[in-house]
């Protein structure tokens, strides 16, 4: 089954601390993997994705994640965190069924909060 | 600003009742999708509609329907609701679901709904 497992549910870091977000992927074809943050009482931002080609993908705000199909992980990355990226980060795999059925699947998220 | 417009942005409602919430997607965008997010059960796929018909379904309930019009705007149907109706709900669309370039789904900031 097709499955998004985010391992964090609340990570705090300082205030210019690097930070790394985890997250595991369960698929039966190429995945094709989203970053999306939400912030307090908003929807969801896209960050970053990935469909093929570099496994290192570039985002957003600074952030970036890196495929790892031996791994099946998609783990997000950013070197200096900064206060306003308090919020919950939230994995997500999607594809393409033969009916053209386009779904996300999410991970559980993980709640960031920084610390001054 | 994704572009995807959701309203209302806040409802209060009685149990029994029915809601219905309104969706409108990115110029351009064909395909319209609703989720639902709760402290239980996080983010779910409940329905897509593409070009007006409907293309797959998720974890949607049978008091639940959802149209998509032929001016592309989507809206979700919520009857007979139950305190554990109270969500997040989520619209968000893309462009097309049968491309394998890359398709993106943006989200709106959703609608709140509390049903007492």
């Known amino acids: 089954a097709q499955s998004v497992t985010q391992p964090d549910i609340h990570i705090t870091v300082s205030e210019g601390a690097s930070l790394e977000l985890r997250c595991n992927y369960s698929?039966?074809?190429?995945?094709?993997l989203f970053w999306y943050v939400q912030s307090p009482g908003q929807g969801l931002q896209l960050l970053l994705k990935?469909?093929?080609?570099?496994?290192l993908v570039q985002g957003i705000k600074g952030f970036e994640a890196e495929f790892k199909r031996s791994q099946s992980s998609f783990n997000l990355r950013k070197p200096s965190v900064h206060w306003s990226d308090a919020a919950e980060y939230f994995c997500?795999?999607?594809?393409?069924?033969?009916?053209?059925?386009?779904?996300?699947?999410f991970g559980a998220g993980t709640r960031l909060a920084v610390h001054p | 600003d994704s572009g995807v417009t959701q309203t209302p942005k806040h409802l209060i409602t009685a149990t029994g009742q029915r809601v219905t919430l309104r969706c409108s997607p990115r110029?351009?965008?064909?395909?319209v999708y609703w989720y639902q997010q709760s402290l239980d059960q996080g983010l779910q796929f409940l329905i897509q509609?593409?070009?007006?018909?409907?293309?797959a379904k998720g974890n949607i309930l049978e008091r639940f329907s959802a149209q998509q019009f032929p001016d592309l705007h989507s809206e979700l149907n919520l009857s007979s609701l139950e305190l554990g109706d109270s969500a997040l709900y989520f619209c968000?669309?893309?462009?097309?679901?049968?491309?394998?370039?890359?398709?993106?789904?943006?989200f709106g900031e959703g609608s709140w709904l509390t049903v007492v």
């Open positions: 997500a795999v999607g594809g393409f069924s033969s009916g053209g059925y386009n779904k996300l699947i």
């Open positions: 990935y469909f093929s080609g570099d496994t």
């Open positions: 509609y593409y070009n007006g018909e409907e293309r």
């Open positions: 968000a669309s893309s462009e097309d679901p049968l491309s394998y370039s890359g398709n993106t789904i943006y």
């Open positions: 698929y039966g074809a190429t995945p094709y």
């Open positions: 110029s351009g965008d064909l395909s």
